[in-house]
């Protein structure tokens, strides 16, 4: 009897290591090398861009800060100067306008992070056309990478847009968002609502009118 409790008290001494060992096991920081990490992925995905796989459709478009701002000059662009895209946009989709900066969008969009980590949606769940209401805001109150994105989108396409941190919330985060995080976005533009009153658009027709006018009087 003195030799099997003797037996027990070992065994127990052992189940309690064990345990204590896998407590102690440490766990993957998902954050690991995060700059270095975020780096690399937008390069990976600059390189896709530069050879798109067999069927696929993909894009980039330059900071549109960079466009503003370097008109007339050479300037040399970088991996992080620019927003990727993986055009999603259903063959039969029927496309409307692009916005202007000063237009406002109705959007439905989902972001998460280069380790699946989900940090901001419209919706939740499986994206339903009959059932998610979008959200809307102006086009150009938003991060720069969404800007550059939005510039170049027209009414119904669906993109997944990949955008550097030096577009998105930079060195310092946003929130939950750590800084140095690339930002991938599932993105679908439902609507553009023009503002009230004369925008670029009425202003240039009424500029073209004027010259036809005067071509005519002549």
Known sequence: M???CVRLWILGMVMCVFASCSDDTPTADPYADWEARNVAYIDSIADVVA???AGEIWYRYANYKI???GMGTDLTLTNSDYVYVKDLTEADAELGET???TDTVAVHYRGWLIN???FDQSYSGDWNAEVHVPVSFAASEVITGWTTALLHMQEGEHWEVYIPYQMGYGTSGNGTIRGYSTLIFD???EEV???KGPDDRSRKAISLATENQV???E
């Open 99 to 101: 916005p202007f900066a």
């Open 2 to 4: 003195k030799t099997y």
């Open 215 to 217: 071509s005519v009087d």
């Open 193 to 195: 609502i023009h503002p």
């Open 187 to 189: 993105l679908r533009l």
């Open 51 to 53: 050879n798109p796989p």
């Open 67 to 69: 466009q503003n701002d």
């Open 116 to 118: 699946g980590e989900v």
